[in-house]
């Protein structure tokens, strides 16, 4: 797989992160040479927040992390690359049942404290043989780094994925190491989005379910490669109160609104990273909508425009073709006026009044079209409503990627 | 352009309209050697009917046209091709006005009674010269042949596509002759639908309104390429009154159950013309939807899978990738439970109570998928709501023809 020409130059070097341990080992779900099985140990008194997919046909593992969200406190994580788990019915809740179990023994903690990811071919149950013998090897393993870690979790990732960052509370400092894989909010089979974020700032699980929430709505929830929504997405944030700092409780606490801006630029940056390898993607498009009827409104509309295959295809070709941006603020059914609409690519406005801009100069219009960043700023001219939105182009490779991947 | 593999083989032999001719000319609006402007004269009594795009941001020709309903009589109808006219102001607004003028001081009626449409690039205001000069040939020329007038309104489309049907009207026979252009419910600046429908039955301009809306409801409201709404697409229907019928004026009218299942097969097949012809499109994909809590969500999630890429691509690559199509269904919000799918190709059941039919014979659906028409059969298994939905595959001649089609 070759790697993205969106990728990071090399994987940053992150913090190590006091009250935890990160395992992993080959359970061989799949037939490679690699490690696919990853295990975090965290220590006790760590607390947990999580934002999970919206599928109304979500695999065990979602709803598994989704019941044990509500006690907020967690001893371990567990992501098997290679297979979903997800729509296997009866075996592979059992599957995913006997690890939890066998973890929450080893440990001596309760099974609510356990949270599980799975990630790759679905409609085949986890094999219980393989994770079982997965979980011998993993329990005498030394820990191990945090690329390590990273390229644990993938699978058509074509580059491992970290991020990081610190933040002052109330003048002690506390640190973030954030992984995560996908190539896209897409396919259940293939490109899940899995993210995890440790700190060890000491926080209070439903103040970090609040601030993941908000950091989410700006990150996550703004990311589209080709609007298929995984059955399996997940991200979580762990807190091991380590660092010894105050417990942050509530956004009026000294320092909260220091970690609440890392945690923001930290989920901004995973989520960029996803796009980034966004399957087949050339070109990373940022698409800022301002002047809606309202915020959510520019949200639909932005997202309508991310979600075109005309505009994402139009921006591969490096075609200034806002014709097709017209079409899709059209079609998101939101409050909007022809004969009010500004759009530019990057700072080159192209239309406005209704028209196209009179002599405007395509060839610096085409020019900046070649780079590799594109933003597509649409001043919708009604009222005050803004939203950003990233995704990728649409390229002869997302078909490559996905018209063969299972057979 | 290759003709699509879904095409018919020839064009359909379309009856004769008593009271109507068409004519074709060259406006020249774009470098080509073809005819590009259109003029269908329609006799005094003619009652039309309409349904056009719900873009917000909707050609002049659409505006007009819905304008133009609320009063019911058609004396002609204008298709300019190679030039949408969409988003260019009041350069726009002027050269649609002087063509409606035009052509009614041609024919001496009201400007409400006449019909334009216009489609190719956006944002282009169509050159009224060029228009004028076409209109002082088209007056000029001798009517010519359906194929021809198909031809005439065809942008990128490899091929013409006509249909047509009969209907007994309490003892009278009645004809249906249609035309269409598209490749999908998609791009503003290349592949608007534009439909029409003539008919010489007598039938009051508002029942023909109600039985086209529920005619749309089933088959233009049905199909996607590609998910992108033109600001362009509209469907006409006219009927000429000539065939002598007792005018039609309501549903339990002697005949009008003929008529409106004459008008159903029509729209039906003229939107799957559509489809065969939707941009890189080698395979036809019918999906059926039944078992939701209602027929409107049975609908949203059959748009959900016929609009999901990953399932468009998996058709593509011949893959029996079921897994695509239960993330779709997840992920289109309506009430779904996992564990009560029943999905199938054609009649090939490949899954069923929360996960993989034990030792299917994937050979024989693999064998199935090399076909040209495919079926996708989803049992939601909650209540009684149903829905049928026509799309195409997703291939590399998508990405081919839209990430360079402008410049």
Redesign the interface.
């Known amino acids: 797989m070759k790697i993205s020409p969106l990728a990071p130059k090399s994987f940053p070097t992150l913090p190590e992160i006091d009250g935890l341990d990160c395992y992993t080992a080959r359970a061989q779900y799949k037939e490679w040479d690699r490690c696919d099985l990853t295990f975090i140990k965290l220590c006790e008194g760590t607390s947990v927040a999580g934002v999970l997919?919206?599928?109304?046909?979500?695999s065990h593992e979602v709803m598994i992390c989704r019941k044990h969200l509500l006690h907020g406190h967690a001893r371990a994580l567990i992501v098997n690359a290679g297979n979903s788990n997800?729509?296997?019915?009866?075996?592979?809740r059992t599957a995913c049942q006997a690890i939890i179990s066998r973890v929450s023994n080893h440990l001596g903690c309760a099974e609510r404290e356990i949270y599980i990811s799975s990630t790759g071919?679905?409609?085949?149950?986890l094999p219980i043989d393989k994770a079982n013998q997965g979980l011998d090897k993993i329990f005498n393993e030394k820990p191990c780094s945090w690329p390590q870690t990273a390229a644990a979790i993938c699978t058509t990732d074509t580059f491992p994925k970290g991020v990081r960052s610190s933040a002052m509370i109330a003048g002690t400092k506390v640190q973030i190491a954030a992984i995560i894989k996908g190539s896209g909010m897409?396919?259940?089979?293939m490109a899940t989005m899995l993210g995890y974020i440790f700190t060890d700032a000491a926080i209070d699980a439903s103040f970090l379910q609040q601030m993941l929430n908000k950091a989410n709505d700006k990150s996550f929830s703004c990311i589209t490669v080709?609007?298929?929504?995984?059955?399996s997405d997940t991200i979580l944030a762990f807190a091991t109160g380590k660092a010894g700092n105050e417990k942050l409780s509530a956004f009026d606490d000294a320092g909260a609104d220091a970690f609440m801006a890392a945690l923001d630029s930290v989920c901004k940056e995973m989520a960029h990273l996803v796009v980034k390898d966004g399957e087949g993607a050339s070109k990373f498009i940022e698409i800022n909508v301002n002047g809606a009827a309202n915020d959510d409104s520019a949200h639909i509309i932005a997202k309508s425009i991310a979600?075109?295959?005309?505009v994402k295809?139009?921006i591969?070709?490096e075609?200034a073709?806002?014709?097709?941006v017209?079409?899709?603020?059209?079609?998101?059914?939101?409050?909007?006026?022809?004969?009010l609409?500004t759009i530019a690519f990057g700072h080159h406005r192209v239309?406005q009044?209704?028209?196209?801009i009179k002599g405007f100069d395509e060839a610096l219009v085409?020019d900046y079209l070649k780079g590799e960043k594109i933003e597509i700023n649409v001043d919708i001219g009604l009222a005050k409503g803004i939203s950003t939105v990233w995704t990728c182009d649409?390229?002869?490779g997302?078909?490559?990627i996905?018209?063969?991947?299972?057979?």
């Open positions: 997919t919206q599928s109304k046909c979500a997800a729509f296997t019915g009866e075996k592979g071919v679905i409609g085949v149950p897409i396919a259940p089979d080709d609007s298929d929504t995984s059955t979600n075109s295959p005309l295809t139009a591969a070709g075609d073709n806002w014709g097709r017209v079409m899709a603020i059209g079609k998101a059914g939101e409050p909007a006026d022809r004969d609409l239309a009044n209704g028209g196209a085409t649409l390229t002869y997302y078909i490559e996905n018209a063969d991947y299972r057979s």
